[in-house]
């Protein structure tokens, strides 16, 4: 693991950066998913790769990991990473730090069943930290992080979201339904 020093100089150089050209800190990424099989999907985003897919009872094969854990991992390490960026930032120093994200769904929602809603009832996070600062610096610390943690606002203050949709025309010699 880095240095918490090496995390600050980092950090500093960034808010540096970022200071001195504002339009540095502008752009927009890109994730391409497109379906494989079934309810199975490959995932590209940047030099990345991945796969997803849903549990057998939701009728996919389980054979990676759901969006629902995707979701979770994104909140989860972008707590941890921001909480190891603003500590070393502030000078805490974190010995060991773990964030468990819960979600409580109701999966009726998803499968239109009722007026339940698809999207999570409520979702937690559990952070462990060991450190020799006080619990009051910690959890200023954790304040100040947790503002700034993209994906923890990102889900407590949605943006809009715009579908922009494209229809291609069925291969030739082939109807639609039988696509």
């Known amino acids: 693991m880095e240095s918490q020093h090496q995390l600050r100089d980092a ?3 960034k808010v540096d950066i970022l200071g001195r050209r504002s339009s540095a800190g502008v752009g927009t990424s890109v994730t391409r998913v497109t ?14 790769t991945f796969k997803s897919d849903m549990g057998i009872t939701d009728g996919g094969l389980g054979n990676a990991p759901t969006p629902g854990d995707y979701l979770r991992c994104a909140l989860g390490t972008d707590l941890a990473t ?10 805490i120093q974190i010995d060991a730090l773990s964030v468990s994200v819960e979600a409580d769904y109701d999966k009726r929602g998803a499968f239109g069943i009722g007026d339940a809603s698809p999207e999570y009832i409520r979702l937690r996070y559990r952070v462990t930290v060991q450190s020799p600062h006080s619990q009051t610096d910690l959890l200023d610390m954790m304040d100040v ?6 994906n923890l606002q990102l889900l407590r203050n949605a943006p809009k979201i715009d579908r922009i949709v494209r229809i291609d025309a069925a291969p030739a010699g082939q109807s639609e339904e039988e696509q």
């Open 35 to 48: 379906v494989t099989a079934g309810l199975q999907c490959a995932i590209t985003s940047g030099k990345w």
């Open 82 to 91: 921001s909480y190891m960026l603003w500590s070393s930032r502030m000078e």
């Open 11 to 13: 950090f500093e150089r």
């Open 145 to 150: 992080a947790e503002q700034h943690c993209p």
